[in-house]
């Protein structure tokens, strides 16, 4: 009895495949591939230029508390003879 060879064995285990359609399922895939790469690429310079907004905007955000603490700083230490009316 003669051995069967490795194509003759995948097509015996699932009949109907063909080394053609074996190779339009390894482009689909490579395909498919290649397309998930540019995505993650694409995705990881979102990322990255979000994470420069956010220390860009932490920084304002740091400042502007600054700011805030300083005048209320400012507020506390005027001498009751020194404080403007409400109107001002």
């Known amino acids: 009895m003669r051995q069967l060879t490795a194509i003759e064995q995948t097509n015996s285990i699932r009949p109907g495949y063909t080394r053609q359609m074996n ?5 689909q895939i490579q395909t498919k591939i290649a397309f998930l790469e540019r995505a993650t690429s694409e995705l990881s310079d979102v990322v990255f230029r979000q994470h420069r907004e956010i220390q860009a905007l932490e920084a304002k955000l740091k ?6 603490s300083g005048a209320q700083s400012d507020e506390v230490l005027r001498p009751p003879d020194q404080e403007k009316p409400p109107h001002y």
């Open 63 to 68: 400042a502007v508390a600054d700011r805030l």
């Open 23 to 27: 190779d339009e399922a390894l482009e």
